[in-house]
């Protein structure tokens, strides 16, 4: 009853999701597909779980391959021990020194991703892309993040900082969903799912745009397909100088 339960919870997510967040979704296409026809790319960063959606995002059957992810020592949950990776994501200046060491630029748009967006290290990846003139879209908890504090000096959750577009995962406080009777607390978080639909729709619809320009898309096929390799070789090596992942 508890596994039923938990599917008919995401499905009102995914509803709300659609019916609250398309707009925002068709406009984050565009400003995507307005990049990649200028010659920019898209990045993508999380910290801790939320590194997932960076990684369903980058070398991915049927994605874009103009994604570059930001990777940071330990921000990703092969740290051990693990807990390690909240106290890093708390640690004001590390998100400004982890921008100062890529690429991006004012061609590129940038996806942030934290759901409670309280900690300083996505706080400042935001604020620091923001600086080097890059387009800057959040994807974060409106109703978790509006529930607690900052933890960044500025006093800023990540919706609250000069970005150019928020998006919302519509989750709940704490990420957990479901109840269970004599546990005290919530099981079953919602914000994988939800991110990782928000952002495949999102690259779904760039692709399209770029089709519709006339512009040639470099997208992933399966390396599990016959032809994969073949096909994912050539366009990776005509895309080798916009990327940061090989």
């Given at each position: 009853?508890l596994?039923e339960r938990?599917?008919d919870?995401?499905?009102?997510?995914l509803?709300?999701?659609r019916?609250?967040?398309m707009?925002?979704?068709?406009?984050a296409?565009q400003m995507?597909?307005?990049s990649i026809?200028?010659g920019?790319?898209?990045y993508?960063f999380?910290?801790?779980?939320?590194?997932i959606l960076?990684q369903?995002l980058?070398?991915?059957a049927?994605?874009?391959?103009?994604?570059?992810?930001i990777?940071?020592?330990g921000?990703?949950l092969?740290?051990?021990?693990?807990?390690?990776?909240?106290e890093?994501?708390r640690?004001p200046g590390?998100g400004?020194?982890?921008?100062r060491?890529t690429?991006?630029?004012d061609?590129?748009?940038?996806?942030?991703a934290?759901v409670?967006g309280?900690?300083?290290?996505p706080i400042?990846i935001?604020?620091?892309?923001k600086?080097r003139?890059?387009?800057?879209i959040?994807?974060?908890s409106i109703?978790?993040?509006?529930?607690?504090?900052?933890?960044h000096?500025s006093g800023?959750?990540?919706?609250e900082t000069?970005?150019?577009?928020v998006?919302d995962?519509?989750?709940?406080?704490?990420?957990?969903?479901?109840?269970?009777?004599?546990l005290?607390?919530?099981?079953?978080?919602?914000s994988?799912?939800?991110?990782?639909?928000i952002?495949n729709?999102i690259?779904?619809?760039v692709?399209g745009?770029?089709?519709e320009?006339?512009?040639?898309?470099?997208?992933?096929l399966?390396g599990?397909?016959?032809?994969?390799?073949?096909?994912?070789?050539?366009?990776?090596?005509k895309?080798?100088e916009?990327?940061t992942?090989?």
């Open positions: 009853m596994a938990y599917f919870t995401v499905g009102k997510v509803d709300e999701i019916r609250t967040q707009d925002s979704i068709h406009t296409s995507i597909a307005d026809i200028a920019g790319v898209l993508v999380g910290a801790s779980h939320t590194g960076t369903e980058v070398y991915r049927g994605g874009l391959m103009l994604v570059n992810p990777f940071a020592p921000l990703s092969d740290v051990r021990p693990a807990p390690m990776t909240s890093i994501e640690l590390y400004t020194v982890i921008i060491n690429r991006i630029s061609k590129d748009v940038i996806i942030v934290s409670s309280r900690n300083p290290v400042e935001a604020m620091e892309a600086k003139g890059a387009k800057v959040v994807l974060t109703r978790y993040s509006s529930s607690v504090s900052s933890r000096p800023k959750r990540l919706f000069d970005v150019d577009l998006l995962n519509c989750g709940v406080p704490g990420d957990a969903a479901i109840e269970v009777e004599g005290g607390v919530k099981t079953g978080p919602t994988t799912i939800a991110g990782c639909a952002l729709a690259i779904v619809e692709i745009r770029l089709v320009a006339g512009v040639e898309v470099p997208v992933f399966s599990n397909l016959d032809e994969g390799d073949r096909h994912n070789r050539a366009f990776l090596e895309y080798r916009k990327l992942y090989l």
